[in-house]
């Protein structure tokens, strides 16, 4: 169906995207994502950092869900109902206006790795674009980080790529 293509044909270079240290604290990441991802000129999707060892091994990706979610911990567990609170559609009750306040503060100073998402799939340069797809849907990931033999990162696909390809597939006939 991909025509033959590889993953090496979609991917993008490591640094491309923005990167960190697994050691940064939270607010260092902010500052990261604020200078790299949200400017006109370079708004990178999906909008994630990398995050490495000090070997430069990717060890995971920090995306604004999992900053928000370090810096709010109640967004990941729901309240009890009291006076005050607010019942969103998911049935969380929370107080809307104690969110974001200074014990967030606070909590930006945790390392980045308390609240990143572990990288556990890769595929190979050679690996074909289907491959890609299928780890992508199955995995629920936006990228995808490419290892040449197993263990140097070369590389990320993303979501955007692989779709891009396989749909000119289907519209164009070809596969």
């Given amino acids: 169906m991909s025509n033959g293509k590889t993953v090496k044909e979609l991917m993008l ?3 491309e995207f923005p990167h960190i240290p697994y050691w940064f604290s939270i607010r ?13 000129e370079k708004c990178l999707q999906p909008m994630a950092v990398l995050v490495f060892d000090e070997k430069y091994n990717l060890v995971g990706t920090v995306s604004f869900k999992n900053i928000l979610r370090g810096l709010e911990p109640r967004f990941l567990k729901p309240t009890s109902k009291a006076q005050g609170h607010v019942e969103d559609d998911s049935g969380l009750s929370l107080l809307w206006d104690t969110l974001f306040n200074k014990e967030s503060r606070e909590m930006a100073e945790k390392p980045i790795s308390e609240v990143m998402t572990p990288a556990k799939h890769f595929v190979a340069p050679d690996d074909p674009v289907t491959k890609a797809a299928y780890l992508m849907v199955h995995n629920d990931l936006a990228l995808l980080p490419v290892l040449e033999n197993n263990k140097k990162f070369v590389g990320l696909v993303r979501m955007i790529e692989v779709f891009d390809e396989l749909s000119n597939n289907i519209l164009e006939g070809r596969g």
């Fill in 13 to 15: 270079d490591v640094f």
């Fill in 28 to 40: 260092q990441a902010i500052g990261i994502i604020k200078k790299s991802l949200l400017t006109k």
